[in-house]
């Protein structure tokens, strides 16, 4: 096969995999003209139409989806011998690609990130936020990071944190203008930030647990998020009791910004692992990672 073609088939699967000419080309370096080029070449010289365009998005067509998935792993496969060949160099090199929450950001990955880079000055790291339980095998992410309970088995898992346990909290101000409550069922009389699930769209219905009864309460307010930290945020700027992680509202509980209620009704949940295909060839820059993150607790 020329090279031409093999540029080609690079091109569909970053405009593929982006769903977009534009994010595509701006991730190969060339201009979104070049790129159309290609694709119209490619499907031209194959007699398919690979790709299904649109005013506001692209997606692979029938054939394109075949075409992806048929020749997506051996373009990794390559990539990752690539990358392995560092094994050569003095020091371990290479992007690695993780997606995540910020939660997990911040407690797994800023913790240890700075000194991770500083030890490995020709590893960059890049971090995707997101809270769609994104496909990391389809997206071409080398690893990504969630709950132990919420990693698929087909995945090699490891751990990368402790248990934690969410914590109700609220500001000041809020207590100033409501009495605490006393127990969780009281919540329903209070003003809450809810939290909604981007996968499934569903608001999250608080999980409690005391004495072995396990039970959910679901909760009201003015202000929803996706995002942890944003509501971490808007309890700490009183719009209302917030459920979030005891790690990541901590340090508002020793400045007095936030405080505690319900601490005896909160359950613990499995710490965050880091999560990566069975198949996936490990470079030297991965695995580095891998240690400086994996939970020796």
């Known amino acids: 096969m020329r090279q031409e073609k093999i540029s080609d088939l690079q091109a569909f699967l970053a405009v593929a995999t982006d769903q977009s000419f534009t994010k595509a080309a701006a991730r190969l370096g060339i201009t979104p003209s070049a790129l159309s080029h290609s694709i119209r070449g490619l499907e031209a010289r194959l ?38 060949l560092s094994e050569l160099r003095d020091q371990p090199a290479g992007t690695i690609r993780i997606t995540c929450t ?39 992410f080398d690893a990504g990071i969630r709950l132990g309970e919420s990693v698929s088995k087909d995945m090699i ?44 769209g569903v608001l999250y219905a608080w999980e409690f647990e005391k004495d072995g009864r396990e039970f959910n309460v679901r909760v009201g ?47 613990h949940f499995p710490g965050f692992h880091l999560y990566y295909p069975n198949r996936r060839q490990t470079s030297p820059a991965f695995a580095a990672l891998v240690e400086t993150l994996r939970y020796r607790g």
């Open 47 to 84: 007699g398919v139409r690979l790709l299904a365009r649109t005013t506001r998005n692209v997606s692979p067509t029938e054939a394109g989806d075949r075409l992806m998935r048929s020749i997506g792993p051996h373009f990794d496969q390559i990539a990752a011998e690539v990358e392995a």
């Open 157 to 200: 898992a490891v751990r990368i944190g402790p248990d934690w346990r969410l914590a109700v909290v609220g500001a000041p101000s809020y207590f100033e203008r409501h009495s605490p409550p006393a127990t969780p069922q009281e919540l329903t009389d209070h003003t809450c930030i809810n939290t909604r699930f981007t996968s499934s």
């Open 221 to 267: 307010g003015q202000f929803t998020s996706n995002s942890t930290i944003q509501v971490l945020h808007g309890a700490v700027d009183g719009l209302g009791l917030a459920y979030v992680p005891e790690n990541l509202a901590r340090p508002y509980f020793a400045d007095g910004r936030l405080r505690e209620v319900l601490a005896d009704w909160s359950p």
């Open 102 to 140: 910020d939660d997990a950001v911040e407690m797994a990955l800023r913790p240890v990130l700075a000194g991770f880079l500083a030890r490995y000055p020709l590893i960059k790291v890049e971090i995707s936020v997101d809270y769609g339980l994104t496909n990391i095998v389809e997206q071409r």
